[in-house]
């Protein structure tokens, strides 16, 4: 039987989730980018996993790491790999993170994946459908903004202002949503299965290597996802990916002002 896309996307994922599950807890040497952004032998040994399962599977195709950069290949189809979204959580023995992998072809987001280590939970798409599979068995992503939880991104770029700081201080949106910062794209994800209302974040996130997978994720269980403004995503900055049309209005009007001031 024929290997496909998604086949390769989970395993590929899988073998990295193993990695950090099996390192969770070690006293992990630092490679630091600054105090608070640095990769763990567990982020490094995870893209080895995962790029030996892609390159295997997949040669020609161009592969796109976090940690090792890209490697070009001699098709259109690129896979960016996010090996551990959550680092700094990880380093601090909170299971709180993500093995991310995507495959972007002309046509858009062919497969992603984006699995719990330590819950192993795998939520993945093929592009039409969204799922999570646990122990062996499937179910379909439902949103639901029934929680409303919203996790903020606010772990922007040091030298620029940052809308997600902004609005967690807000009282107009505190009044409004639950926030939580979970510090990893994992949330992304939950945002598709109804685990939270929104994920917002500042940014450009076009062909990255943390988002990609977890946009695919929500636009494929019916999510809706723009840039902050309301535009089809990847138009402007940032990201509002909320579980229905109602919550999506709220978090733009919300934003709005914080928006227009940041210029």
């Known amino acids: 039987m024929e290997t496909t896309d998604v086949d390769v996307a989970l395993a590929a994922a899988a073998a990295g989730a193993e990695v950090v599950r099996r390192m969770y807890g070690a006293d992990l040497a630092h490679l630091e980018k600054s105090p608070t952004d640095f990769a763990t032998e567990a982020d490094l040994a995870s893209e080895r996993a995962i790029r030996d399962v892609i390159v295997a599977a997949r040669p020609g195709d161009t592969f796109e790491g976090e940690e090792t950069g890209e490697t070009t290949g001699v098709t259109?189809?690129?896979?960016?790999?996010?090996?551990?979204?959550?680092t700094l959580n990880f380093a601090a023995r909170t299971p709180l993170a993500a093995v991310n992998v995507a495959l972007v072809t002309p046509d858009g987001v062919a497969a992603?994946?984006?699995?719990?280590?330590?819950?192993?939970e795998q939520f993945w798409t093929d592009g039409s459908g969204a799922w999570v599979r646990h122990a062996g068995a499937d179910r379909a992503l439902v949103p639901s903004a029934r929680s409303l939880v919203v996790d903020v991104n606010c772990d922007g770029k040091r030298d620029t202002e940052f809308l997600g700081a902004q609005l967690i201080a807000d009282p107009a949106f505190r009044e409004v949503f639950a926030p939580r910062v979970?510090?990893?794209?994992?949330?992304?994800?939950?945002?598709?299965?109804?685990?939270?209302?929104a994920y917002v974040t500042d940014g450009r996130l076009d062909g990255s290597v943390h988002f990609t997978p977890g946009i695919a994720l929500c636009q494929?269980?019916?999510?809706?996802v723009t840039d902050l403004a309301g535009d089809p995503v990847h138009t402007g900055r940032g990201l509002i990916a909320a579980a229905d049309e109602a919550t999506h209005a709220r978090l733009l009007a919300l934003v709005a002002p914080h928006l227009e001031r940041l210029g």
């Open 76 to 86: 259109d189809r690129r896979w960016l790999v996010d090996p551990l979204c959550g």
């Open 112 to 120: 992603a994946a984006s699995v719990d280590p330590i819950a192993d």
């Open 182 to 197: 979970l510090s990893t794209t994992l949330a992304v994800a939950w945002v598709a299965d109804g685990r939270r209302a």
């Open 220 to 224: 494929a269980a019916g999510c809706v």
